[in-house]
Structure formats: structure tokens, C-alpha cells
């Protein structure tokens, strides 16, 4: 039995495969297994690459349904009680399980994952800082989306919601940690690299839907984004970690509800865009 499922979702990404294969070879910590979901790859070098991964890489086809279908087949045939998702374009830093995987496995119950802060590697370099803070999460996301997660924890919450296959699958996982009372403990070591592209589902899609996308969370969990709920998970966690105040948090609720969607979301896509061009830290999720 492995200590560590590693989880690797991809669709035509085969040219990432060999970075990827070879940064999880390089962990020090070796109790664990690679299970790499082909979600209904079209890309025939795609294939072929997947074909031809050793057999201590378990390989699992379905027809494409998205990332989140891909990470929650995973996650059902993952041997392990710890899981990690791992997109196939990004790499893990030797030291990453090492480091992260004691510190669960000696972790309170309601600690349900770990995370770490992340290298921009590609279109963009510097450090993405994350932190834990249920309040903010409401109003940006700001945990990787590469979590070493408890099986436990992702089974309780129900998995990633396979209907959001336009991006913001972990932003709304998130929130579902935090609602039911999950901690995380952070690693700050960018012990992660992850690839930053123009033509990734953050900027590609995800960004210019920011409008509905959120519209659909704040129904989802409409309980959390009340008034009164709001003021109570404030004053709860403003003694955590945080960069969103009540006036901030007004002020995104009001453009959200006030302004058309469109408008609403261009003006998060043109935020995000000017700061890549700034050069200002670009998270991996929804950060303004």
C-alpha cells in the first residue's frame, strides 16, 4: 500500500509527460504511485507517449469529461490515503513529498491537506504566496490548486464538481474545504512549478468568464455569501492570513451584482492581464 497517490490529469499533453515523469522520479520520498488519468486524448503523440510510460505508471482512459471528472477518477482508484492532483504540465520540486507528506500523516484529523507556494515557470517567473483564509476564499482563491490532500477529506466534501468544466473547479473545491471545517498547513517553499501560459484555462477561459463562473459559486453556497454570514466568518478569521477587508469584499459584491457579466468579467480579465504584463505575482486560481 502506498503512502502517496500522485494524480496527474491530461488531455493532449503529452509533450509535458517527460518533465513531469521525471520530477516525480527525483522525490526523495519514494512510498508512492503515479496514476495519470488520459481524459479522452485526441493528440495521437499524446497517446502514443501514454503508451509507452513504464508499467509502475497506471494509466487510466475515460472519454473526455473534463479536468474535474479526470481528478475525481483518480482520486476513486488512488491505493493511498494521501492524494496529490497534479496538472501534467507542472513538475514537483525533489523535496516535495518529503516535506509535506510528515507533516499530514502527523497532522490533527481536521487538517486536511497541505499545500506549498508555487514557481511560475513559462510566460511569467517569480513566486506565487498562498495562504488559508475561509473569509477570502469566498472572494478570491488563494490555495494552489495542487493540494496534498486526505482521500477522506475529498470523499466527505464530495469531490471536485464534475459540472464545472469552464474552469474554477479548485476555487469552488476550496470553499468546500473550508466549509466543512478542513485546516491546511502551509509549506512557504515554492516547491511546485507551475507552467504560466496566455493560453491556459485561467486566461483563456476561466478569466473572461470570471462573471458567471462566481455568479455560480455565490448560488451554490449561498449560505456563506449572506450578510450576516459574511460578518460572522470575518470577524471568525481576521486574526488569519488575509488581504480581503469588509470594504473590499462590499465592493466586489456590489460590481458582481451591479454590472453586466460581461462587463463585470472583462474587467477581472483586464486586471489580470495588465499584471502579467507588470510582472506582478499571478496566482494559479482567481486572485485580482
Not at 513559462?122 to 486526505?150: H, K, M, T, W
Amino acid at each position: 500500500m502506498p503512502a502517496v497517490s500522485i494524480v496527474v490529469p491530461c488531455y493532449n499533453g503529452g509533450q509535458f509527460l517527460d518533465a513531469l515523469v521525471a520530477s516525480i522520479r527525483a522525490q526523495t520520498f519514494k512510498e508512492f504511485e503515479t496514476i495519470i488519468v488520459d481524459d479522452g486524448s485526441t493528440d495521437a503523440a499524446t497517446r502514443e507517449k501514454l503508451a509507452a510510460l513504464p508499467p509502475d505508471i497506471q494509466v487510466i482512459r475515460q472519454e473526455n469529461a473534463g479536468l474535474s471528472a479526470a481528478r475525481n477518477a483518480g482520486f476513486r482508484a488512488a491505493g493511498a490515503e494521501i492524494v496529490l492532483p497534479l496538472d501534467c504540465d507542472d513538475t514537483l520540486e525533489p523535496t516535495y513529498l518529503a516535506e509535506t507528506v510528515p507533516l499530514l500523516l502527523r497532522a490533527a484529523d481536521d487538517v486536511g491537506f497541505v499545500f506549498t507556494y508555487e514557481r511560475l515557470v513559462g510566460a511569467r517567473s517569480g513566486i506565487a504566496e498562498f495562504y488559508f483564509n475561509p473569509f477570502d476564499q469566498l472572494f478570491v482563491n488563494r490555495l494552489s490548486y495542487c493540494l496534498l490532500l486526505r482521500k477522506s477529506a475529498w470523499q466527505d466534501i464530495g469531490g471536485y464538481d464534475e459540472a464545472m468544466r469552464d474552469g474554477y473547479e479548485d476555487w469552488e473545491f476550496n470553499i468546500r474545504l473550508a466549509k466543512r471545517g478542513y485546516r491546511g498547513i502551509c509549506v512557504p517553499k515554492p516547491l511546485v512549478n507551475y507552467l504560466v501560459s496566455s493560453s491556459g484555462m485561467l486566461m483563456n477561459k476561466s478569466s473572461r468568464l470570471h462573471g458567471a463562473l462566481w455568479r455560480k459559486m455565490r448560488a451554490k453556497h449561498a449560505d456563506l455569501y449572506r450578510p450576516d454570514a459574511l460578518l460572522r466568518l470575518w470577524r471568525k478569521n481576521r486574526g488569519e492570513p488575509g488581504k480581503i477587508s469588509l470594504p473590499v469584499a462590499a465592493a466586489l459584491l456590489s460590481m458582481a451584482m451591479v454590472l453586466p457579466e460581461s462587463w463585470f468579467s472583462a474587467l477581472v480579465h483586464r486586471v489580470r492581464r495588465s499584471r502579467m504584463a507588470e510582472g506582478a505575482t499571478l496566482s494559479t486560481a482567481a486572485s485580482l
